[in-house]
C-alpha cells in the first residue's frame, strides 16, 4: 500500500481562500498486471473493528462504489442479505448486490461512509454517490498521481 504525501494547496491570490488540504496517491498496478492505474488507499473498518486496506479506483463513470463480490463476506456482508439491481457498466449489463448498511472508510484522514454495491468486477471502484460527493479528485495522467480534496462542509 502506498503513502499519501500530504500536501497544502495554497490559493492565487490573499483575497481568494484557501483550498483545504489535499492528499496526493502514487498510481498502483492493482494486481491487473503492470499497468499503472490511478488509486486511493482506502481503509474499511470490519465489524470485527479491524481495518481493511483497499487500493481502489476513482471512477467518475460508476454511480456507485462497487467491491468485488468476493469481499462481501469479509466485509461482514451476506449476499442473501443485499437487494439486487440491474445495471449497464462500461463491460455490458450485469447486476449488483447493493449493500443493506454502509461501509465506514477512512480516506486521506477523513472518515466517510460508503455504500458499496458487489459485483463480478477485477478492482473495487469509487463512485460519484459518495466517493466524488466528498471529495474533489484530480488525476494527473502525466506524472502518474491522484490528487483528492475534501469538499468544503
Do not use: W
Not at 499503472?36 to 474499511?44: G, S, T
Not at 456482508?77 to 443485499?82: A, F, G, N, S, T
Not at 437487494?83 to 447493493?98: A, I, L, P, R, W
Request: one cysteine or more.
Amino acid at each position: 500500500m502506498s503513502i499519501p504525501e500530504d500536501l497544502i494547496v495554497s490559493s492565487k491570490s490573499p483575497e481568494s481562500p484557501s483550498r483545504a488540504a489535499s492528499t496526493k496517491f502514487p498510481y498502483a498496478t492493482l494486481g491487473q498486471g503492470k499497468a499503472l492505474l490511478p488509486v486511493v488507499d482506502v481503509r474499511v473498518r470490519l465489524p470485527s473493528g479491524s481495518e481493511f486496506p483497499f487500493q481502489m479506483l476513482p471512477d467518475s463513470g460508476a454511480t456507485c462504489t462497487t467491491i468485488p463480490r468476493k469481499y462481501a463476506v469479509s466485509l461482514g456482508y451476506d449476499l442473501r442479505e443485499c437487494s439486487t439491481e440491474k445495471v449497464d457498466t462500461g463491460n455490458g449489463k450485469t447486476t449488483h448486490y447493493v449493500a443493506p448498511r454502509p461501509l465506514q472508510a477512512m480516506i486521506a484522514g477523513r472518515e466517510i461512509e460508503l455504500m458499496p454495491r458487489f459485483g463480478n468486477i477485477g478492482v473495487a471502484v469509487l463512485g460519484r454517490a459518495d466517493f466524488f460527493s466528498e471529495f474533489y479528485v484530480e488525476i494527473d495522467e502525466r506524472r502518474r498521481y491522484v490528487l483528492i480534496s475534501p469538499h468544503d462542509p
